[in-house]
């Protein structure tokens, strides 16, 4: 199971709260027993990151800027390296020896899927870990449903993973509707499954 940047930054209060996000929080708790292999990814910024907005004079959180050849949203500080706001939801029940894999750590490019960055130059080590684990079926949650969720889940269908969703252990950045829709209609068109956490206790 990939539990996706559930980080205080992104929890109610954090620097990008994402709407309801403490509310995955006794999903992964309910679902982590249930799994031999439980990975975390975490959003892990440089203070000079380029998905920042202050990074950006002139330009305002939510302008989308060109950084290289690939487009950047932007956003407001968060996930600082060694800052609170990069730490693990404390409510969060994981063993300390979980396997963690940081993204984001390049200043010049972001990155929302666990498995490589925005520009797909560089992998973060999920998927060597994954093979080195014989580990074929995926089950992702956490946040956000229409950012680091959806990459990582498109990625792991791309890498040939058996790929689910569980829907009810993520929250989204956009709280419209239609865009919800759009992130998860993308995900099932790739092939990923999109379920119910209450799927796994059978
Ligand atoms: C995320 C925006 C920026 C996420 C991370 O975890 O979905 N979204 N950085
Ligand atoms: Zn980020």
Redo the contacts with the bound molecule.
């Keep these: 199971m990939i539990l996706?940047?559930i980080q205080n930054d992104?929890l109610p209060g954090g620097a990008?709260a994402v709407a309801n996000s403490n509310e995955v929080i006794p999903v992964a708790n309910r679902c982590v027993p249930e799994f031999d292999n439980v990975i975390v990814t975490q959003?892990w910024h440089p203070p000079n990151h380029s998905?920042f907005a202050s990074n950006h004079p002139g330009h305002h959180v939510g302008d989308v800027v060109k950084v290289g050849d690939v487009d950047q949203?932007l956003?407001p500080d968060?996930?600082v390296q060694l800052c609170e706001g990069a730490a693990f939801a404390d409510a969060l029940e994981i063993r300390c020896d979980v396997a963690i894999f940081r993204k984001?750590t390049d200043p010049a490019m972001?990155s929302?899927s666990g498995f490589f960055d925005n520009g797909h130059k560089h992998a973060t080590g999920l998927h060597e870990y994954l093979r080195q684990h014989q580990i074929t079926r995926l089950f992702i949650m956490g946040?956000?449903t229409?950012?680091?969720?959806k990459y990582t889940a498109l990625d792991a269908v791309m890498l040939n993973f058996e790929t689910s969703v569980l829907i009810d252990g993520c929250r989204s950045?956009s709280q419209s509707p239609e865009d919800v829709k759009d992130a998860i209609d993308q995900m099932q068109a790739a092939g990923v499954q999109i379920i119910h956490s209450d799927e796994i206790f059978s």
């Design positions: 996706v940047d992104f990008l959003d998905s949203m956003w968060h996930c984001g972001d929302y946040l956000a229409d950012y680091c969720v950045v």
